[in-house]
């Protein structure tokens, strides 16, 4: 079975470094996705992707966060200068459609951010 | 902008026992409704979800959801859980109209099933 894919599985950085998460989506889906989760809270949607181009974002997705797909499989995200507050779980995931009834987004497993 | 309520925070139930998860939102348009579950150590998965139609959905591993709308209501039901139904589940919403693509998910309830 199709699946999406996240690595690495867990990163550790300093405070002010910049990372880069790693998606690759389910090779036919056309819409992807962001969220997170800070240890002990809920998952929160960052971002939505489609055509190329953010189609929604959270609050919480400011100037510091950027997503990308530089090629036909694979979909980043960059916190160009991580705080410590961004220590959580990262989720990537995508889904076919963007609403219809087939509906469904798939999660990956996530990358735990760890920033010291 | 929507919201997702789930009561429980943490159940344990012996094995046998059935189950029921709260879940309310808050939107006054209309939704589409999921349940997903994360069993330890693995990612999120679908456990049923609700477009339009039927409001009493059945989901995989004997899981099933009724959509009360005078209720702003999505709960999860099981007859009779098993130890492996041990997993966190979340309940989540999103708007029903062109262009959302956001899920909203609630703050997840764990549930311990004891042999």
């Known amino acids: 079975e199709p699946e999406v894919t996240q690595t690495p599985s867990h990163q550790v950085t300093q405070m002010g470094q910049e990372v880069i998460l790693r998606c690759v989506p389910i090779?036919?889906?056309?819409?992807f996705y962001w969220y997170r989760q800070i240890l002990g809270q809920k998952v929160e949607f960052l971002v939505s992707?489609?055509?190329?181009?953010?189609?929604?974002k959270s609050e919480i997705f400011d100037d510091q966060f950027s997503v990308e797909r530089p090629d036909g499989s694979n979909f980043t995200l960059k916190i160009r200068s991580t705080k410590l507050e961004d220590s959580a779980m990262y989720f990537c995931?995508?889904?076919?459609?963007?609403?219809?009834?087939?509906?469904?987004?798939?999660f990956g497993p996530g990358t735990r951010l760890t920033v010291t | 902008a929507q919201s997702v309520s789930q009561h429980n925070h943490h159940v344990i139930l012996s094995e046998a026992a059935s189950l029921e998860l709260g879940c309310n939102y808050s939107?006054?348009?209309?939704?589409?409704l999921f349940w997903y579950v994360q069993y330890p150590g693995q990612h999120l998965q679908l456990l049923l979800k609700?477009?339009?139609?039927?409001?009493l959905v059945k989901g995989i591993k004997g899981f099933e959801a009724e959509f009360i709308k005078s209720k702003f209501s999505f709960n999860l039901r099981k007859p009779s859980v098993q130890w492996s139904d041990t997993a966190e589940y979340f309940c989540?919403?999103?708007?029903?109209?062109?262009?959302?693509?956001?899920?909203?998910f609630g703050t997840g309830t764990k549930l311990q099933v004891i042999p």
């Open positions: 995931a995508s889904s076919e459609t963007g609403g219809k009834s087939s509906y469904e987004q798939y």
């Open positions: 090779s036919n889906h056309l819409y």
């Open positions: 992707f489609y055509n190329n181009e953010i189609s929604e």
């Open positions: 939107y006054g348009g209309t939704v589409n």
């Open positions: 609700y477009f339009s139609g039927d409001p």
């Open positions: 989540a919403v999103k708007r029903d109209s062109g262009g959302y693509q956001k899920v909203t």
